[in-house]
């Protein structure tokens, strides 16, 4: 073993500029793997992590005041209960400081008891006049330990002193949430409030065993006698809350791993296949010297791994530093907690798992090698392969310096191949980028995307429906009910149930995926999401749970692909809505005719004294949130372009290096520099158009296929790139190309001409 | 047949002054101690017309002038005249122009890239130049008067010794150079082709045009019109 470390480092050492090289090669693998894997691990976890650390409830009951008295003895008194923390909460409370102002502010006053949230800076707490920030206050707002916040509503004023700051993955972090959370003294809330000593209105409840919370919850509320508006959020609730809106975001990125994983395996085994081609010759003097296969192939992984070991750790290290300022400020607005320092693990395992793939890689290909008889290894050293009939880039518009580099390629199919396999495995994850990109914009601004056909909505009677359709440039209105509910067997799994006056399909109508559309008052539309979470298939019963505590029926009609609320929504008819739950106010929605505009109908509502809003796409509501996705996209499309740019260099290299001869030749015929450029480039251009090719068939055929599925299966999303993204790409890869070529040909033409010419 | 070879072949020289002219030309490899002086003040001149013949052991220093003289090196003193161009003082860029317009150069392996025909490695120093129309009829009348029809159609590895090193005269020929540096070109070849390469060589140095030609060939420094001898780094 000793000898055969020797061997290796001695064989280091003699060709450190290709060892160099190759450890450039796994490290800029390693980056695109310790950047997925940062992503993935950060936000796979996140929640989790925040969820424990702050202790997160597994149901959170929010009702209208009652004495904590009376309150406590019936939830302690429940089954599977193990631990109960009352708060009382306002809301729509201003909050100022330093010349920041919110009005949706919640404050939530605190009482004894496990608090449900983690303190990230300062302290809990402890005294009257104190209060703790949520994270996304603190940071939107720049306020600091030791600040005062003022608190204002109706005649009540208050102002506290800042002593620390929360995490509490319960809800999107402000300002993606309108309104920031602070937890203050109990007894300082009540008096703002001016409500009676023992007041409260949520209860976080902690159960001994999380999967009878069903079971728990509905005896709940069979206990639940005088008290009002009894409502629940589960644990797995808010994780689906959550996902909404990011759901889509982290399970593309997952998949954005998956194939940087598989791009970068492809990377190393060509660079080690085509190093093992080039020293053919060694490997049978090695045999004939009496090595046996097994021992030559130990030589080679063991020589790999002493290159991989510090350029995997280094390109890991620096992957995940690209994407951990990003990834950060991603987990901040969802109000997760990034790892820390147990990041380290999943990346260790990366660096294991890296020098595993790059030993194998390069002892497979020379256990093959010699396993041959030795004679057929040295004879087939340094063979340039000519493809007999190669004829590409006959006639005189190509340049014939850029149809000898493409000829240069094609005499290595192997490498060349195995380089475009690389460049398509990029090229299709940045496609998949790109198309996401566009997605997102169109999902923020085209209610189109979420099956919505109006552009306006109206907050008026469910009677002013009339009017504003007979109005100019007006198609249509009705009146649109939207609900929470919850299915009555399952409290935990929420959904929105929609009620149209009239036929749903003429403003809003998902496609179907299954069964038909909804014929009456008994029968319901059920979105994909929430057919699935229950299990629902046309001619299946669902039971709503409506906030009056009153259940209400629905056979399913049909299954329809929405993306709204990640497809837990159901379409119903208004009227038995309406009967079960008589204090709901519509909103109307407004269908533009043909050519009308959305300001023109806007300014026609107003002149009728309604007052119009927009209709977007999904719920997420600030563009901010947007602004943090699209900084972490493009760091991740950044890593990848420079990893394209070294596959390029790395390959035109090793073709400069093997065919130095070639290049001193054309200079001796009368080549300057800019010709041994071009040449390069014809062999650049080569795997580029062919990469970029293969990219896009690879992102339309597979890739943004089983991306869209993965982000959610609910839904069919439209994740196939568009011709200007696979131009762009293109493009892209040409000037990588053209950048390589230059950079390779200027050192390949300061070699001494005379050194490429002498026999070796 | 003769006449095809060259526009410059027959034409009756117009200058006396010799066309390549080395003064002290100095070339050492390695450094310190294990520093080895392969060229010692040597002095040399071509006369336009001439097949100068350079003969010596091996490592003698032969392949070394050559390639200071054709501008693929530079020597450490001394300065060279080709054609009434200094080379000593050019740039990268017009050391370039000398080696595409001026200088030809014939190894002993050939050196034909093996991805192009005959026919397109032999055109291909007229396209670096970028006259391809003119090198493309200049490169069929040399296949054409070199017997090289066939072979010009088919890739450098399918061809014979022979057959390759007059693709490689042809290319060297290909932008009519007043100077052609042969380095050991018959060093590869069986007697018949070597007869035949060097009938060649001998004809092209006429007119304005001359060959030094490198060898160990008795044969070659019979045709040639000067025989000079590398001995310790200097002509003997
Ligand atoms: N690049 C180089 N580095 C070191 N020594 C060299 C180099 N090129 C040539 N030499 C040495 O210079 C001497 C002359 O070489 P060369 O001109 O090729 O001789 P010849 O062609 O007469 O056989 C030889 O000893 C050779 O080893
Ligand atoms: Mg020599």
């Known amino acids: ?760 | 047949m003769t006449g095809d070879l060259g526009a410059n072949a027959g034409r009756a020289p117009v200058v006396s002054a010799p066309l390549v002219s080395a003064r002290g030309l100095v070339k050492s490899y390695g450094s310190g101690r294990a520093a080895r002086r392969v060229l010692d003040e040597v002095d040399l001149d071509v006369a336009p017309g001439e097949l100068l013949a350079v003969v010596g052991r091996s490592g003698s220093g032969k392949s070394t002038l050559l390639h200071l003289l054709g501008g693929l090196d530079r020597a450490d003193a001394g300065s060279i005249t080709v054609n009434g161009v200094r080379i000593e003082s050019l740039s990268q860029a017009g050391l370039t122009e000398l080696r595409r317009h001026q200088v030809g150069f014939v190894f002993q392996s050939f050196h034909l890239l093996p991805e192009l025909s005959g026919f397109e490695n032999v055109i291909l120093p007229g396209r670096l130049a970028g006259d391809g129309t003119r090198a493309a009829a200049r490169a069929r009348s040399l296949i054409e008067s070199l017997e090289l029809g066939e072979a010009a159609a088919r890739l450098p590895d399918t061809l014979s010794g022979g057959e390759q090193q007059r693709l490689a005269i042809a290319r060297a020929l290909v932008n009519d150079p007043a100077l052609v540096l042969a380095d050991e070109p018959t060093g590869n070849l069986d007697a018949e082709s070597a007869a035949i390469v060097l009938g060649l060589l001998r004809r092209i140095a006429a007119g304005p045009r001359a060959v030094v030609l490198v060898t160990h060939d008795v044969e070659a420094t019979a045709l040639a019109d000067r025989v000079i001898e590398l001995r310790d780094g200097r002509p003997a």
């Open chain 1, 1 to 760: 073993m000793t000898s055969l470390l020797r061997i290796s480092l001695a064989r280091l050492r003699r060709r450190r500029a290709r060892a160099l090289l190759a450890a450039g090669g796994i490290a800029a693998a390693a980056a695109m793997l310790g950047a997925a894997t940062t992503v993935a691990y950060s936000l796979g976890t996140g929640f989790d992590r925040a969820a424990d650390r702050a202790g997160l409830p597994d149901a959170i009951a929010q009702f209208d005041e009652a004495p904590v008295d009376d309150v406590r003895p019936r939830v302690l008194a429940l089954p599977n209960v193990r631990e109960v923390s009352f708060r009382l909460e306002d809301g729509g409370v201003e909050v100022f400081s330093e010349g920041n102002y919110t009005r949706h502010a919640k404050v939530q006053g605190v009482r004894e008891g496990r608090r449900g949230y983690a303190i990230v800076a300062g302290r809990d707490v402890r005294a009257r006049g104190e209060v703790v920030l949520e994270r996304g206050l603190e940071r939107e707002w720049g306020v600091r330990l030791g600040d005062t916040v003022g608190l204002h509503e109706f005649r009540s004023d208050a102002t506290l002193r800042v002593v620390g700051v929360a995490v509490t993955p319960d809800s999107v972090a402000f300002p993606l949430a309108n309104g920031p959370r602070l937890y203050a003294h109990y007894e300082d809330v009540r008096d703002f409030m001016g409500e009676r000593p023992g007041a409260v209105n949520i209860a976080l409840v902690w159960v001994q065993n999380p999967a009878l919370l069903d079971v728990t919850l509905a005896q709940a509320r069979v206990a639940s006698f005088g008290i009002a508006e009894l409502r629940f959020v589960t644990r797995e609730g808010i994780r689906s809350l959550i996902g909404q809106a990011a759901g889509i975001v982290i399970a593309l990125l997952v998949a954005f791993s998956l194939v940087a994983v598989g791009a970068a395996v492809v990377m190393l085994a060509a660079s080690a296949a085509a190093d093992v081609q080039r020293r053919l010759a060694s490997i049978g003097v090695l045999r004939t010297l009496g090595a046996t296969p097994r021992a030559v192939a130990a030589g080679y992984a063991l020589e790999a791994a002493l290159v991989a070991l510090p350029a995997g750790a280094l390109g890991l290290a620096a992957g995940a530093l690209a994407v951990g300022t990003p990834t950060e400020r991603l987990l901040e607005a969802l109000n997760e907690l990034g790892p820390g320092i147990a990041i380290a693990w999943p990346l260790l395992g990366c660096l294991v798992g890296l020098v595993a793939i790059v030993a194998v890689t390069a002892a497979w290909p020379a256990w093959r090698a010699a396993s041959r008889p030795p004679v057929e290894t040295l004879a087939g050293a340094d063979v340039v392969h000519v493809p007999g009939r190669a004829r590409l880039g006959r006639g005189t518009l190509v340049s014939p310096t850029l149809r000898l580099g493409v000829r240069l390629a094609l005499s290595r199919p192997a490498r060349t191949a195995a380089t475009i396999a690389v460049l398509a495995a990029a090229a299709s994850v940045v496609l998949l980028i790109l198309a996401l990109a566009a997605l997102l914009q169109r999902l923020e601004s085209d209610p189109e995307t979420v099956g919505k056909r109006y552009r306006l909505a109206v907050t008026a009677p469910a009677g002013a429906a009339a009017e504003i359709g007979r109005l100019p440039g007006v198609a249509g209105a009705a009146a649109r009910y939207e609900v929470a509910a919850a299915d009555s067997f399952a409290l935990g799994e929420s959904f929105t149930v929609v009620g149209f006056d009239g036929d749903h399909t003429r403003f809003e109508a998902p496609p179907l995926a299954s069964g038909r559309r909804l014929d009456g008052e008994a029968e319901v539309e059920v979105g994909l999401g929430l057919a699935q979470a229950l299990n629902l298939s046309p001619g299946a019963t669902l039971a709503v749970q409506l906030p009056s505590g009153r259940e209400v029926r629905y056979r399913v009609s049909g299954v329809v692909r929405a993306l709204e609320n990640e497809g837990r929504i159901a379409y119903v008819g208004a009227m038995r809505l309406r009967r079960a739950e008589p204090f709901l106010t519509p909103r109307i929605a407004v269908l533009l005719e043909r050519g009308a505009t959305k300001d023109s109908v806007a300014a026609e509502l107003r002149a009728a004294g309604f007052f119009a809003e927009p209709v977007g796409g999904v719920t997420v509501q600030n563009g901010g949130f947007l602004d943090v996705l699209a900084a972490l996209l493009r760091s991740l499309a950044g890593v990848i372009g420079l990893v394209c740019l070294y596959v390029l260099v790395q390959t035109l290299a090793l073709t400069a290096q093997e065919r130095r001869r070639a290049v001193a030749v054309l200079q001796t015929i009368g080549a300057a520099r800019s010709q041994v450029a071009a040449v390069l480039a014809g062999s650049a251009f080569l795997v580029a158009a062919f990469g970029a090719l293969a990219g896009i068939v690879l992102e339309r055929l597979v890739v943004g296929p089983a991306a869209s599925g993965l982000a959610a299966s609910y839904v069919s999303l439209p994740l196939l790139a568009g011709a200007r993204d696979a131009a762009i790409v293109t493009l892209g890869l040409a000037v990588l190309g053209l950048l390589a070529a230059a950079w390779v040909a200027r050192t390949a033409v300061r070699r001494p001409i005379v050194a490429g010419l002498r026999e070796d």
